[in-house]
């Protein structure tokens, strides 16, 4: 089973948004370019799942962020730690404003 | 056996119950439901309060600066500071401190200086790399990770499973098999700094356990000094063996503080909730399922304390720590299963912690050697050496 998230990218738009079931998971939010500009999660705490979740990452980065991609999953707090472990070795880095989750995450080094 | 506290042991009790209940619990309103840490301002002062209280390392042993804690008041800690929502895996979200693992006593001087000391002092962090693809309940059979001498080198090849905190551990007590022989004299332990090269985090294992995931490892012609070795070679498996035994008491302990809290909840849910024109606690069907918590919460805790007083007692403590752990692990999992169900709708919610300790609980009857390896070890003692 692959560990990275490999689904297409779709639109980031309120539309697609809303069509979006109320559920836990982990998603990517990338610019025009592909560039991820985000690896989040939505929790218990947001009241619609990933609707909220996406909702608020438009609110955030504007219309930088144009697509997105997700996957369900209630192992929401292991899987985005993956997540950002594999971004972490893919890039270097985190993205930007992500940057403080550094000293937290561990280290993967995958096939 | 008696187990009235002393004067101490209650004050230590009712002191942790307090900070559990003002300080961790309010934390954990604003937190996801399945976190795993705290912010970072508030672990740091959570942490200087812990050591102001002089608890903190309460697994450290006194020589090296702890508090000097027996195993019974270590017991009757955890069973408090368990009682919150992620209290069964992170009691206080870990800030009493740790002890790093227990194997580094018995290290070379040396490497306590590499290794120990570091780890107490919160620099480094390590992981135990034990259980593998092959199996984890009888390792000393399962190992099937491989080293051979190499000069003043080992090289180690192979892999482990479910293996905690490995992605953010600096070194590994890794162990692996170095003779032919396929039992537990062939089995070698090696501390391993996790950047040697040949060491690889190769995936995140997800479970029931939202946080606190397990990793598996990859070693590919690790090679590792011939100093890093703890102990003696093919003499890995009773340092291993004896952490085993060791555990089994506070992991114990640990599970009854969720039972405790579930049962808590069930009985103020039981007293305010009203279906057919009653409350459900004047139906004779929750009243019994609240005897029953309150027997098996209740047998839990006099299996952990019966093992507690005898390791405390220098007394032989494998089949009552076996007991415990059993008991404790299958006791705690049926009270918060039958409190869900008094709680009904809302009891599998994430609103409360109750399907956590549900998820989380099952756990516990698997790892640190699952049930029927606890029935097995008191098996061998109870029908006796001579019975094979």
């Given amino acids: ?111 | 056996m008696d187990f009235t506290l002393t004067e101490e042991q209650q004050m230590i009790v009712d002191t942790t119950r307090r900070f559990v209940q003002s300080e961790i619990v309010p934390l954990e309103e604003e937190l996801d439901p399945d976190a795993g840490s705290l912010a970072v301002e508030d672990q740091d002062r959570l942490v200087a309060m812990t050591q102001s209280m002089g608890f903190y390392g309460l697994d450290i042993p006194e020589e090296y600066g702890g508090p000097g804690l027996n195993t019974t008041t270590r017991a009757l800690m955890a069973i408090e500071m368990s009682q919150h929502r992620a209290g069964l895996y992170n009691p206080c979200y870990g800030v009493f401190g740790g002890a790093g693992l227990a194997q580094l006593y018995e290290a070379t001087d040396t490497q306590k200086e590499q290794w120990l000391y570091p780890t107490l002092r919160g620099e480094k962090k390590g992981c135990f790399a034990l259980t593998e693809p092959s199996g984890g309940s009888d390792p000393a059979r399962a190992i099937q990770t491989r080293g051979f001498q190499d000069g003043d080198e080992w090289v180690l090849n192979g892999s482990k499973l479910y293996i905690s905190g490995a992605d953010k551990a600096d070194y590994a007590l890794v162990f692996a098999r170095t003779s032919d022989d396929p039992g537990r004299n062939g089995v070698t332990a090696f501390i391993v700094d996790t950047d040697t090269p040949g060491f690889h985090v190769r995936r995140v294992v997800h479970t029931l356990r939202a946080t606190h995931y397990a990793t598996e490892l990859q070693f590919d012609e690790m090679r590792v000094p011939q100093e890093n070795i703890l102990g003696e070679v093919n003499g890995g498996f009773a340092i291993a063996n004896d952490r085993l035994s060791r555990q089994r008491i506070p992991y114990a302990a640990g599970c009854i503080g969720p039972a405790i809290r579930a049962q808590e909840m069930a009985i103020d849910w039981a007293k305010s909730r009203e279906t057919f024109g009653s409350l459900l606690a004047e139906k004779q069907a929750i009243q019994w399922m609240i005897v029953d918590n309150e027997i098996d919460i209740r047998h839990a805790r006099y299996c952990v304390l019966e093992a507690a007083q005898k390791a405390d007692s220098g007394d032989r403590f494998r089949t009552e720590a076996a007991m415990a752990k059993l008991v404790a692990t299958e006791a705690s999992s049926r009270v918060v299963d039958r409190c869900i169900q008094i709680h009904g709708g809302v009891g599998v919610t994430k609103d409360l912690p109750l399907e956590r300790w549900y998820r989380e609980l099952r756990i516990r009857r698997v790892g640190e050697g699952p049930s029927e390896v606890q029935r097995l070890i008191m098996a061998r003692d109870i029908l006796g050496g001579s019975f094979k």
């Fill in chain 1, 1 to 111: 089973m692959g560990i990275r998230l490999s689904k297409p990218w779709e639109s980031l738009d309120p539309l697609t948004i809303a069509a979006l079931p109320a559920q836990l998971g982990v998603y990517q939010i990338a610019d025009d370019g592909g560039n991820v500009l985000s690896v989040g999660y939505a929790g218990a705490k947001h009241p619609f799942g990933l609707r909220s979740a996406l909702e608020q990452e438009i609110e955030f980065h504007g219309t930088e962020a144009t697509h997105f991609r997700y996957e369900f999953t209630s192992n929401y707090r292991s899987r985005w730690d993956e997540l950002l472990m594999l971004h972490l070795h893919d890039h270097g880095q985190l993205p930007d404003h992500q940057r403080d989750e550094e000293g937290r995450v561990g280290r993967l080094s995958p096939n």
